[in-house]
């Protein structure tokens, strides 16, 4: 009919979503994957409510009840606490030293070679490789490996946990900055560099104005796990609260323990609100 | 010394697709030309071919003298320095004061630690005031630029390569989010900027008026070729319509009629003397 009009009509596209298959073949495979992962983790909550188990967990947790409050607790207490933060930080600012560097190399972004591409980038791409190889080893190893491993070279103190969390959340931080940095708008720092600004150039005037808020609010967060690590190192003789919370569980003394929960919680409420401020400063 | 040239290139985008196919062209130093043409005919790949954004996949490229893709590294960055580039959405981080977007401009020329100085406390506010209150807007200097309309961050980014004082201008449709009035202002602003300091200009522009009135030389593309390459005296209103004849309208402009925008007697290729 259109060939005797004169006009030949376009074919209509089909309106079946070509992403469709895909979409459905990524659902059974997370499923295949997924099942037989929590089979081998024995995942089987259900037993939590089992008749015997109930009574048993809440006898345990019941011996933590009152929150001890006597006062010569509470002084070593305020001093772990102080320690704990103390590593915390030292660690995430050794981290920072560790990370930035790294991950200013290893963002693609920011390299000017990968443009055309240019003089350079089978060197760049090989220096980038290298790097991120770099935070893979740092971050590969927990930080407890690290802390036995430096508790050894430097006897038990807080020194050792300082050291392991600025190796593996130096490795943590240069890894996730770098893929900050390489997510969202390029497109500023690919001008600058194309109108031959240097690498720190483009990082400054382009990348961190629209990332500057993400960093800083998973720079807090890093510092609010280093928190938590630095407990856990605790336990292997890497001093602050960990330490602490082990002579106290180690006493069966479960009142002190749970204070010691308690101000954990605390800790990490004042991040929460450390990282809502430096977000609101930097919006 | 300061011209452009590009001979024989192509070029061929990573998916596959063609972009330009033997484009010749030669730019003498502070020559000004327009490149005119329908969506997707190839003028922002030009542009960035030519600002050594694309390295041509046929062809040679030469800037001065110097083919920049058989640069060194240090040699390609200084040149890319002497190149400022329009684009048509301002590759501008919201956050960013307006001084700041303007003043980095010349970070191509600034030692780092001067760049990073400027950041606590702007370096050169009066020159990128300057460079604004050419674009008449001068009053939003420290402002940030997700307060400004996207008309305005067009003209922040007129005022960055008017600041790096580039000697290439390379200007993607670099009017297109103003009004006519502010269209011409801000193409005037590019003209007389290479008037004053000898700087090729190259400008891909939609409205044909604005090329017609300020441009002593045009090119038309289609289909990732050259079409026309002349005199703009020489351009028909026949060249014109029949380079736009796909789109099946009028031809895109800022003003009214293409027809009526009287042709500037006085417009004469410029130079810088002694620059033949």
Redesign the interface.
């Known amino acids: 009919m259109n060939t005797t009009a004169g006009t030949v009509a376009a074919p209509a596209i089909p309106l079946r979503d070509p992403a469709a298959r895909t979409r459905a073949t990524a659902l059974v495979v997370a499923v295949v994957v997924l099942w037989p992962l929590l089979w081998l983790a024995e995942f089987k909550p259900w037993q939590l409510f089992a008749s015997g188990n109930l009574q048993v967990m809440g006898n345990f947790l019941a011996g933590f009840l009152p929150p001890s409050t006597a006062p010569d607790f509470l002084a070593l207490l305020w001093k772990a606490t102080l320690e704990t933060l103390a590593i915390a930080t030292a660690g995430i600012a050794l981290a920072l030293v560790v990370a930035v560097p790294l991950a200013i190399l290893a963002t693609r972004s920011l390299a000017?070679?990968r443009?055309?591409?240019?003089?350079?980038r089978g060197a760049g791409a090989a220096v980038r490789t290298a790097t991120r190889g770099v935070l893979t080893v740092l971050r590969a190893i927990p930080e407890i490996v690290w802390a036995l491993v430096f508790v050894r070279a430097l006897g038990l103190g807080p020194g050792a946990g300082v050291l392991a969390l600025a190796v593996t959340y130096g490795g943590m931080l240069g890894k996730v900055y770098t893929e900050i940095l390489e997510s969202g708008?390029t497109?500023?720092a690919?001008?600058?560099?194309?109108?031959?600004?240097?690498r720190?150039?483009?990082l400054?005037?382009?990348l961190l104005?629209?990332t500057?808020q993400e960093l800083a609010s998973y720079t807090v967060y890093r510092w609010e796990c280093a928190v938590r690590a630095s407990v856990v190192m605790g336990f292997v003789g890497a001093g602050g609260l960990g330490q602490l919370m082990d002579q106290s569980m180690k006493m069966l003394n479960g009142g002190e323990a749970s204070t010691i929960l308690l101000t954990f919680l605390g800790l990490v409420i004042v991040a929460d609100a450390m990282s809502a401020v430096i977000r609101r400063v930097l919006? | 010394m300061s011209g452009l040239r590009l001979e024989g290139a192509g070029l061929v985008h990573a998916n596959g697709k063609r972009a330009l196919r033997n484009i010749s062209l030669a730019l003498e130093g502070g020559e000004r030309i327009a490149v005119i043409g329908p969506s997707g005919a190839g003028k922002t790949t030009l542009v960035r071919l030519l600002?050594?954004?694309?390295?041509p996949s046929e062809g040679r490229l030469f800037i001065g003298d110097a083919d920049p893709?058989q640069?060194?590294?240090r040699a390609?960055?200084?040149?890319?320095?002497?190149?400022?580039?329009v684009?048509q959405s301002p590759?501008?981080?919201?956050?960013?004061r307006v001084v700041?977007a303007v003043l980095?401009?010349r970070?191509?020329?600034?030692p780092?630690w001067k760049?990073?100085a400027s950041?606590l406390v702007p370096d050169d506010a009066a020159g990128a005031r300057d460079a604004l209150d050419r674009l008449d807007l001068g009053d939003r200097v420290f402002d940030r630029c997700d307060r400004l309309s996207g008309g305005q961050l067009q003209r922040v980014g007129i005022a960055r390569v008017l600041y790096?004082r580039?000697a290439f201008i390379l200007a993607d449709e670099p009017v297109s989010a103003l009004d006519p009035a502010l269209a011409d202002l801000s193409v005037g602003a590019l003209v007389a900027e290479s008037d004053a300091h000898g700087a090729t200009l190259l400008a891909s522009l939609h409205a044909v008026d604005l090329a017609l009135k300020w441009f002593p030389r045009l090119v038309g593309m289609r289909g990732g070729e050259i079409v026309f390459d002349r005199p703009t005296a020489a351009v028909t209103s026949a060249m014109l319509h029949d380079l736009y004849a796909t789109e099946g309208r009028a031809l895109p402009q800022q003003g009214v009629d293409v027809l009526a925008v009287e042709r500037p007697a006085n417009v004469v290729m410029l130079k810088r003397p002694g620059c033949q």
Do not use: C, K, M, N
């Open positions: 000017v070679s443009i055309g591409p240019g003089p350079g708008d497109r500023s690919r001008a600058l560099l194309e109108a031959g600004s240097p720190l150039g483009a400054f005037y382009a104005p629209s500057a919006s | 600002g050594t954004s694309l390295r893709w640069a060194g590294a390609l960055r200084r040149l890319r320095a002497r190149i400022g580039v684009h590759p501008i981080p919201p956050r960013l700041t980095a401009g970070l191509g020329t600034w780092t760049a990073l950041l790096q580039p």
